[in-house]
C-alpha cells in the first residue's frame, strides 16, 4: 500500500524559534496533502490542505503565517511552524492522497506523525 | 459544515466479546466514510472503509455497516483480542473533486481485557 513519511518524528525547540515538518509520499505521487494536529486525548484536526505547485488552503482559525505550508514537488511538503511556543506543542500528522491509486481516490494514507514539544 | 459524532467515547470488552462503535454525520453529500486505528504515539491507520452505494462491508474480523436515510455508520469487531486495544476514528468525506476533506469523529478508546 501507500507508504508516507514524515521526518523528524519528535522534536524540542525553545519557544520562539521555527521548526520544520517534512512529509513524503514514498512509492506514490501526492497532488494533495493535508495537515492535522492532534491534542492529547483528542480528535485529529484539519490544519490546511496543501497542493502541489500552489497555496495551501487553511482551515478557519488556523493562522496561514504562522504554519507556513509548502508543496514544492509530488512527493514533499513541508510545514514550518514560525515562532513556536509553548501552545502549538502537539501531535501533527500529515496524509496524503493517491491520485492513480487503484482504490477509492477520496482514500488518504497517513504519516506517522510528528511530536513537537516547545519549551 | 460536515460534523461528525462518535459514540462511545471509552469501550471496555472482554477478549473474544464484540465491539460495537457508532458514528453519524450530517452532510447529505458525504460519501466515503473510513475507519481509522490509532495506537499510542502513531499515525492513523485505515482498517476498513465503505462508500456511499453499500450498505456493509466485512473483512475478516471487521466490519462496517450504513445507513444513508439515517446518517449513521457503526464498526463492528467480533472476537477482540488484546492487541485490537487502540483509540478507533471514524470519519466522513465527501468526493475529491467535491473539494472532500477527512471529518474525523472523537474517537473511541477500546480496552480489550484478556
Known amino acids: 500500500g501507500a507508504v508516507v513519511s514524515q521526518h523528524p518524528s519528535w522534536v524540542i525547540c525553545k519557544s520562539g524559534t521555527s521548526v520544520k515538518i517534512e512529509c513524503r509520499s514514498l512509492?506514490?505521487?501526492?497532488?494533495?496533502m493535508f495537515w492535522y494536529r492532534q491534542f492529547p486525548k483528542q480528535s485529529l484536526m484539519l490544519m490546511a490542505t496543501?497542493?502541489?505547485?500552489?497555496?495551501?488552503?487553511?482551515e478557519q482559525g488556523v493562522e496561514k503565517d504562522k504554519f507556513l505550508i509548502n508543496h514544492a514537488s509530488l512527493t514533499l511538503s513541508t510545514l514550518t511552524v514560525t515562532s513556536a511556543h509553548p501552545e502549538d506543542s502537539s501531535f501533527y500528522i500529515c496524509?496524503?492522497?493517491?491520485?492513480?491509486?487503484?482504490?477509492?481516490?477520496?482514500?488518504?494514507?497517513f504519516g506517522p506523525g510528528t511530536r513537537l514539544t516547545v519549551l | 459544515g460536515e460534523n461528525v459524532e462518535q459514540h462511545p467515547s471509552t469501550l471496555s470488552v472482554q477478549e473474544g466479546d464484540s465491539a460495537v462503535i457508532k458514528c453519524t454525520y450530517s452532510d447529505s453529500a458525504s460519501n466515503y466514510f473510513p475507519w481509522y486505528k490509532q495506537e499510542l504515539g502513531k499515525g492513523p491507520q485505515l482498517i476498513i472503509d465503505i462508500r456511499s452505494n453499500v450498505g456493509e462491508k466485512k473483512d475478516q474480523r471487521i466490519a462496517v455497516t450504513l445507513n444513508k436515510t439515517a446518517k449513521h455508520f457503526s464498526l463492528h469487531i467480533t472476537e477482540t483480542q488484546p492487541e485490537d486495544s487502540a483509540v478507533y476514528f471514524c470519519?466522513?468525506?465527501?468526493?475529491?473533486?467535491?473539494?472532500?476533506?477527512?471529518?474525523f469523529g472523537q474517537g473511541t478508546e477500546l480496552s480489550v481485557k484478556p
Open positions: 470519519a466522513a468525506n465527501r468526493r475529491y473533486n467535491q473539494g472532500g476533506k477527512l471529518i
Open positions: 512509492d506514490f505521487q501526492a497532488t494533495t
Open positions: 496524509s496524503a492522497r493517491d491520485p492513480m491509486g487503484g482504490g477509492s481516490r477520496s482514500e488518504q494514507f
Open positions: 496543501s497542493n502541489e505547485g500552489s497555496k495551501a488552503t487553511y
